[in-house]
């Protein structure tokens, strides 16, 4: 078999995101709606969110539909405000809540220092994808651009501008419509053995079969 691209993960494959990030993140959250709600403990914050996420999961992981994730936040501004349950947080303050995630996310991902070089040398023989599951987009983009990694990448598909995540057909047709290239011609790499190959074969779905990806796995830190 020929290889023509590569398709690449984004968290924990290029950048690490674990629970230390996660939690940072959360901090930044935490940090802008104290001002907008009743002080509140942090773990509060940090349990209900990855509570929701959790559940938001469960609920789609027969669809593989992205989560929801302004609910999420929305949710979490709730409960912390002590919202009746037919009572809604502001929208402003949601929407900045989300910008505050945001804008976190692109400040605590951290280019490991062999990500350029390795990009650079995959991109000298192959059309380059990056291919994440997550509810946000932007922030993925940002942080490609601002690390300057974009010249390296021929395409960048984020489920939350699908609508599904891996292993849905949907987020791998994504790619191979940005990539160009026949699908048997595609390696995927990510550090989710069932997100970005077995589980899609155990949902029943075609992605990995009829789109051709061989997936190689391997943790952020290295091939």
């Known amino acids: 078999m020929t290889i023509k691209a590569v398709s690449l993960d984004f968290a924990d494959t290029l950048f690490p995101h674990r629970a230390r990030e996660m939690e940072m993140i959360l901090q930044a959250v935490a940090q802008y709606l104290q001002a907008h709600v009743p002080p509140f403990e942090f773990a509060r914050l940090r349990d209900k969110f990855l509570e929701i996420r959790d559940r938001q999961f469960a609920q789609n992981r027969a669809t593989l539909r992205e989560n929801d994730f302004a609910a999420r936040i929305a949710e979490t501004a709730a409960y912390l405000s002590a919202a009746q349950e037919d009572e809604a947080v502001d929208a402003a303050v949601v929407d900045g809540a989300a910008a ?18 390795l990009l650079e040398t995959l991109a000298s023989r192959y059309k380059l994808a990056v291919v994440s599951n997550y509810p946000l987009a932007a922030p993925i983009f940002r942080t490609l651009r601002e690390n300057g990694l974009n010249d390296y990448l021929t395409t960048t598909v984020v489920s939350a501008d699908v609508g599904f995540i891996k292993p849905h057909p949907a987020i791998f047709d994504a ?13 995927q790499g990510g550090d989710d053995w069932d997100a970005d190959s077995i589980g899609a074969a155990r949902a029943g779905s075609s992605a990995v079969r009829r789109v051709g990806f061989v997936c190689v796995v391997w943790c952020c830190g290295g091939w």
């Open 100 to 117: 505050a995630y945001a804008e976190a996310f692109v400040g605590v991902m951290r280019m490991p220092e062999w990500l350029p070089e």
């Open 175 to 187: 790619a191979l419509a940005g990539l160009y290239v026949p699908p048997d011609q595609v390696v």
